[in-house]
């Protein structure tokens, strides 16, 4: 049993640059969520999702686009990439919105 | 929407000692959780607890929903006990899981 799973582990990007972070979980869960999190900050919420072809905004969604057309997989999609988005990205998921959440080992990602 | 307030925002212990760690929030709420994250970046549950208390070994917790706070209790705290620790909270009829800003604890041998 896998649970949720991030690729890749570590990512440079160019200004301008178009890229997808992967998340897959292989736990049936219908809730799915992207959070970011910058140097000594907490999470914050991206998009989330409660289940297939069902998305939604979070706390600072700008810049990034995601889809969800299948239970398993929600990946994030940076359009332009910025020097802003240099984070480390971390995907959650579980069994419905409001229980235990289990997240992945997160995405570093650098803009240069 | 929803505020998650921790404290205290630091912590240094000398390994054995015990602490609490506090967690207020400013509505009411369906899901709360406390998780670890070490110093590799792994986020790691402690506990679904949107009330009641519990316990794993070492850990316990306890929330009071109608008082909209939630407390984690560290005992014989250890070394590998250090990292930073979250709550977070989706308040009632919502989707959003928000989190606090963290406590950072460091356990001193």
């Known amino acids: 049993n896998a649970g949720v799973t991030q690729t890749p582990k570590f990512q440079v990007l160019k200004t301008g640059q178009s890229m997808t972070l992967q998340c897959a979980q292989d736990?049936?869960?219908?809730?799915m969520s992207w959070y970011r999190q910058d140097p000594g900050m907490g999470l914050r919420l991206i998009h989330y999702s409660v289940g297939a072809g069902i998305t939604d905004q979070g706390e600072v969604p700008n810049g990034y686009n995601v889809s969800r057309s299948t239970t398993e997989d929600f990946p994030l999609r940076l359009l332009s990439a910025a020097p802003s988005q240099t984070s480390v990205y971390f995907c959650?998921?579980?069994?419905?919105?409001?229980?235990?959440?289990?997240f992945g080992q997160g995405t570093r990602l650098t803009v240069v | 929407g929803i505020q998650v307030e921790q404290s205290p925002p630091d912590l240094i212990l000398q390994e054995g000692a015990n602490s609490t760690l506090r967690c207020n929030f400013s509505d009411s709420v369906n899901n709360l959780q406390w998780f670890h994250q070490n110093p590799w970046g792994q986020l790691i549950n402690l506990f679904y607890i949107p009330s009641g208390t519990k316990q794993n070994g070492r850990l316990s917790a306890t929330t009071v929903a109608t008082e909209r706070y939630s407390l984690l209790y560290i005992s014989s705290s250890q070394t590998t006990d250090s990292g930073v620790y979250f709550c977070?909270?989706?308040?009632?009829?919502?989707?959003?899981?928000?989190f606090g800003a963290g406590t950072r604890l460091f356990v001193k041998a």
């Open positions: 959650a998921s579980s069994y419905q919105e409001n229980t235990e959440a289990f």
């Open positions: 977070a909270v989706a308040s009632s009829g919502g989707f959003k899981t928000i």
């Open positions: 736990m049936n869960h219908e809730y």
